[in-house]
């Protein structure tokens, strides 16, 4: 997945030597999660799934990292703090309902940066539409 270089440079420990990522699972089997490691260590955790339409972003980002202070873009479409990001692309059709929601969050030794990941987080909500999440493969 592409993603603004610059924003996730900002969220990475300062120091470190290797950038890996590892996935498990996929969207078209209704969720995923990657670790991005530096070093040994996990920083940075994206998870995306199928969920039932009607969600919000921000009740997302409230209930599963409790977070309260929050900010919200794209019509409500994304919510975002200093640690913590969800998106979500409304999956609309004939036969289909649902939404995708990814949430990244910074783990210890990241650092927290609205900014960036307010950056981060819509960077990545464009390069997974482009991928048209919504047709499942087949």
Do not use: F, W
């Not at 994206?46 to 009607?54: L, P, Y």
Request: with cysteine; charged share 30%; hydrophobic share 35%.
């Amino acid at each position: 997945m592409t993603v603004p270089t610059d924003a996730l440079s900002q969220l990475l420990p300062a120091s470190g030597e290797r950038l890996s990522v590892e996935r498990d699972g996929s969207l078209d089997d209704g969720s995923a999660l990657c670790d991005v490691r530096v070093d040994d260590d996990v920083v940075l955790q994206v998870s995306g799934e199928r969920i039932d339409a009607g969600d919000s972003a921000r009740h997302i980002l409230r209930s599963r990292l409790s977070v309260q202070e929050q900010k919200s873009a794209q019509g409500n479409a994304i919510a975002y703090a200093d640690h913590a990001a969800v998106s979500l692309i409304k999956c609309r059709g004939t036969y289909v309902e649902e939404d995708i929601s990814t949430l990244v969050k910074v783990l210890k030794p990241a650092r927290p940066n609205e900014a960036a990941m307010e950056k981060l987080i819509r960077g990545y909500t464009a390069s997974l539409k482009k991928q048209q999440p919504c047709k499942r493969a087949s």
